[in-house]
């Protein structure tokens, strides 16, 4: 069982945990997840390391109530705990395998779309501990899904906060942030952008268009976190990827967001997976990541 050592409610339908989970602690990196159960009934949820305490064992994760098990979960407070917490799983961000050095020499402009917020957070937090700058823009719909504003100030080198419906910040959409930057003159060797899926495909073609490198967490699409399941199969230019083993990040530029929102709708039903398992044969799953983990 994994103690939650501490529980907030920061937005609407959105919720933290500060998780005693030394194992994971120690030897997550950003832009890994773990995967969570409420309990012994629970499906497995694999959620994006938000933050984390090597001397404390701590790790943070942020959820999003959307279906019954993330609802289940949000009930969860201070003192309770989870049945399982597995990882850190997947690959750290690219940005780990640089130099000091090299880092920075880049200009980075991180993009994060509502909770996206999270994954964000810790990547801008590990580069500001080593001295390297990062402009960061955070877009949520409106002002009342709006995560780790206070927390992300402290690190960014620029923070740009844009709401949809204008309540709060800029108004309008990232992208238009992202033009407004480049117009004044901002040159940026990589965006990070993490979010929708939809936000992130419009991210990708204008940095496409204004031919800045991009990174992209297809973390959205994960289900149980482990390429056994199937779903999230993607094309990664001509390759077939799985974001949870193979990822989650890679290059927006390659990925093929249309064809990944269709196959994503399809999944959602036993006859949508059904096919796609009949149709994509021997390539349709993964096989099963290498597991670190608290057990």
Same mark, same amino acid.
Request: some cysteine; charged content about 25%.
């Given at each position: 069982?994994?103690?939650?050592?501490?529980?907030?409610?920061?937005?609407?339908?959105?919720?933290?945990?500060?998780?005693?989970?030394?194992?994971?602690?120690?030897?997550?990196?950003?832009?890994?997840?773990?995967?969570?159960?409420?309990?012994?009934?629970?499906?497995?949820?694999?959620?994006?390391?938000?933050?984390?305490?090597?001397?404390?064992? *701590? $790790? &943070?994760?942020?959820?999003?109530?959307? %279906?019954? @098990?993330?609802?289940?979960? +949000?009930?969860?407070?201070?003192?309770?705990?989870?049945?399982?917490?597995?990882?850190?799983?997947?690959?750290?961000?690219?940005?780990?395998?640089?130099?000091?050095?090299?880092?920075?020499?880049?200009?980075?402009?991180?993009?994060?779309?509502?909770?996206?917020?999270?994954?964000?957070?810790?990547?801008?937090?590990?580069?500001?501990?080593?001295?390297?700058?990062?402009?960061?823009?955070?877009?949520?719909?409106?002002?009342?899904?709006?995560?780790?504003?206070?927390?992300?100030?402290?690190?960014?080198?620029?923070? *740009? $906060? &844009?709401?949809?419906?204008?309540?709060? %910040?800029? @108004?309008?959409?990232?992208? +238009?942030?992202?033009?407004?930057?480049?117009?004044?003159?901002?040159?940026?060797?990589?965006?990070?952008?993490?979010?929708?899926?939809?936000?992130?495909?419009?991210?990708?073609?204008?940095?496409?268009?204004?031919?800045?490198?991009?990174?992209?967490?297809?973390?959205?699409?994960?289900?149980?976190?482990?390429?056994?399941?199937?779903?999230?199969?993607?094309?990664?230019?001509?390759?077939?990827?799985?974001?949870?083993?193979?990822?989650?990040?890679?290059?927006?530029?390659?990925?093929?967001?249309?064809?990944?929102?269709?196959? &994503?709708?399809?999944?959602?039903?036993?006859?949508?997976?059904?096919?796609?398992?009949?149709?994509?044969?021997?390539?349709?799953?993964?096989?099963?990541?290498?597991?670190?983990?608290?057990?």
């Amino acid at each position: 069982m994994y103690q939650i050592i501490k529980a907030d409610n920061p937005a609407e339908n959105i919720y933290t945990y500060i998780v005693e989970a030394p194992r994971c602690a120690s030897g997550c990196l950003p832009g890994q997840f773990v995967i969570v159960r409420t309990d012994s009934d629970s499906e497995r949820i694999p959620l994006t390391i938000c933050d984390y305490d090597r001397e404390k064992g *701590y $790790v &943070t994760i942020v959820v999003q109530a959307l %279906g019954a @098990s993330t609802l289940k979960m +949000s009930r969860l407070r201070a003192g309770d705990s989870f049945e399982d917490f597995v990882g850190p799983l997947g690959k750290p961000s690219e940005f780990t395998a640089m130099s000091t050095e090299e880092l920075q020499s880049k200009k980075i402009l991180f993009v994060a779309g509502g909770v996206g917020a999270a994954p964000v957070y810790p990547q801008v937090k590990w580069l500001h501990e080593k001295n390297v700058e990062a402009d960061v823009i955070m877009g949520c719909k409106t002002k009342n899904l709006l995560i780790l504003e206070d927390e992300m100030s402290k690190v960014a080198t620029n923070l *740009y $906060v &844009t709401t949809d419906d204008g309540s709060y %910040g800029r @108004s309008g959409m990232v992208t +238009s942030v992202i033009e407004e930057l480049y117009n004044s003159g901002k040159r940026y060797d990589y965006v990070v952008t993490i979010g929708p899926m939809i936000m992130m495909k419009f991210v990708c073609l204008l940095t496409k268009k204004l031919q800045i490198p991009t990174i992209v967490s297809m973390n959205p699409i994960m289900v149980d976190g482990t390429g056994m399941c199937g779903a999230c199969r993607l094309h990664v230019g001509d390759q077939i990827k799985f974001a949870c083993v193979d990822g989650p990040e890679f290059d927006g530029h390659l990925i093929d967001f249309d064809e990944a929102m269709k196959r &994503t709708a399809l999944y959602k039903t036993k006859e949508g997976r059904d096919y796609l398992k009949e149709k994509e044969g021997s390539t349709h799953h993964g096989g099963c990541g290498n597991c670190g983990g608290e057990d």
